[in-house]
């Protein structure tokens, strides 16, 4: 470690310079001067440990430090020797003779050995903790930036969408008020008074009898009335617009450089021979799929099992609607089917020619889903990711990448974050799988397979946070 020796002075002639040792027995900088001719006239001077300045704050300064372990709170002339685990504190040979005969004693520096190790663990885990602290403050303050921008964004987005149809109506009230100028016809009806007035003035009867045999009275008699726009102001905006302007939601900022550590909780056997398919229903509820029924899962008391077959059915996958509907990818057909709470079972979505394979609802509402080309498994080739509305409609569908390249072969499982992207298991062969990161615009972001010889998942979580204990 660099020593700046230019703050430090000789504790004995207070000088600054030659400052080069440190006595650790006194405590004491000591200038090349004071440490020949002062420290060495100290008592036990020989005795004393001196260092360099520069090995202070290393471990070989701490490899002099002698361990100090004070005197006995009881007995204030005496030095304490023995640790007691039974009343957890050091004590003296007098304590011991007294109060300690039966308990657990230690030699102090096997105790001091402990703690200190106590202590430089502490010492990592709070350095881990700090760290992780300032990731996750630093991610939070890119967050908060990023949520401003986008209230700004979309505050200038509404000012250009009302700037713009604030300058249409203007420009189509102009163009109204030129088709009703009247001017014309106002310049027109002047031009024949003054002629009239002229005719009177005159005192002429043939001027009066040309004049009146030629102007007519059509003018006099047309209709003045104009047809102009007039603007009307649109009721008061209500306040439920500000819900669409956007608010706020209260997320979990993860440090993602901290490794999360699974742990198993408990487990639990059932009478099922598999289980192929869970979709939560709440903590401790759940349906199961296994080769020909849906089942539904409830924890009772004293942590025990209730199944139900809800209905006989080859499924593939399910996925739960919020209003308790669950939809049904089929196992042998093209079709995703809807099941009432009544049990009352109808077509959701027909897909001819393809096979239903992961289901999932998006946070929006969207309900997603793979398929896969009906026919033998070795020579798939038709892959697709598709994206329905609640009624089943087709709302787009994401089969190649921009490279041309075939996004997913056998998706087998689908989650989406909370940004709704999506995360997608995919059979790539019978051995073969991977993990594809999708966005919700259908761009491939990333995936996961060849870090590994052989990459077979069944099942993906999204952990939007968790709390490490």
Request: hydrophobic share 35%.
């Amino acid at each position: 470690m660099e020593v700046d020796k230019s703050i430090w002075f000789c504790n004995l002639c207070q000088g600054r310079s030659n400052v080069e040792w440190k006595c650790l027995s006194c405590q004491l900088l000591l200038c090349n001067t004071c440490k020949s001719n002062v420290h060495s006239k100290f008592k036990l001077a020989d005795t004393h440990i001196i260092i360099d300045v520069k090995d202070i704050g290393t471990s070989i300064e701490d490899s002099y430090t002698e361990i100090e372990y004070g005197k006995c709170n009881l007995h204030k002339n005496k030095e304490t020797c023995l640790y007691c685990r039974d009343c957890s504190r050091l004590v003296c040979l007098k304590c011991v003779s007294e109060t300690h005969q039966q308990h657990v004693l230690i030699d102090t520096d096997r105790i001091y050995t402990e703690k200190e190790s106590q202590v430089s663990n502490l010492i990592e885990l709070y350095k881990q903790k700090i760290t992780s602290i300032t990731n996750i403050n630093n991610i939070c303050q890119k967050k908060y930036e990023e949520s401003k921008e986008k209230i700004i964004k979309r505050k200038e987005d509404l000012r250009t969408l009302l700037e713009d149809h604030s300058k249409h109506l203007v420009y189509e009230l102009e163009e109204k008020s030129k088709n009703t100028d009247l001017g014309s016809k106002l310049d027109n009806l002047s031009e024949t008074l003054d002629l009239l007035k002229v005719c009177q003035q005159s005192k002429r009867v043939d001027l009066l009898l040309e004049t009146t045999k030629t102007i007519q009275d059509t003018d006099l008699q047309e209709n003045l009335a104009a047809r102009i726009p007039r603007f009307v102001m649109g009721r008061p905006l209500p306040r439920k617009i500000i819900k669409e302007f956007g608010s706020f939601q209260e997320e979990n900022v993860l440090d993602h450089n901290e490794e999360m550590e699974i742990l198993l909780k408990s487990t639990h056997s059932t009478t099922l021979k598999i289980i192929k398919r869970i979709e939560e229903i709440s903590d401790k509820k759940c349906y199961v799929i296994d080769d020909s029924s849906l089942y539904c899962v409830e924890l009772k008391k004293e942590e025990k099992f209730h199944i139900q077959k809800v209905v006989d059915i080859k499924a593939f996958d399910v996925s739960l609607l919020k209003s308790g509907d669950i939809l049904i990818a089929m196992k042998t057909e093209g079709k995703i089917m809807i099941l009432k709470p009544s049990l009352k079972m109808k077509l959701f979505h027909s897909c001819v020619g393809f096979l239903p394979r992961g289901i999932h609802i998006s946070n929006d509402d969207k309900v997603i889903f793979g398929v896969r080309e009906d026919g033998n498994l070795e020579f798939l080739r038709g892959g697709q990711i598709r994206i329905l509305d609640m009624n089943g409609k087709e709302e787009n569908v994401f089969e190649y990448d921009k490279d041309g390249q075939r996004i997913v072969s056998l998706p087998m499982k689908i989650k989406t974050s909370s940004d709704d992207d999506m995360f997608i298991i995919d059979r790539i062969s019978k051995l073969e799988g991977r993990i594809v990161f999708l966005t919700k615009s259908g761009n491939v972001s990333w995936e996961k397979s060849k870090d590994y010889n052989i990459l077979t998942p069944q099942l993906i979580i999204w952990v939007e946070s968790y709390i490490k204990t």
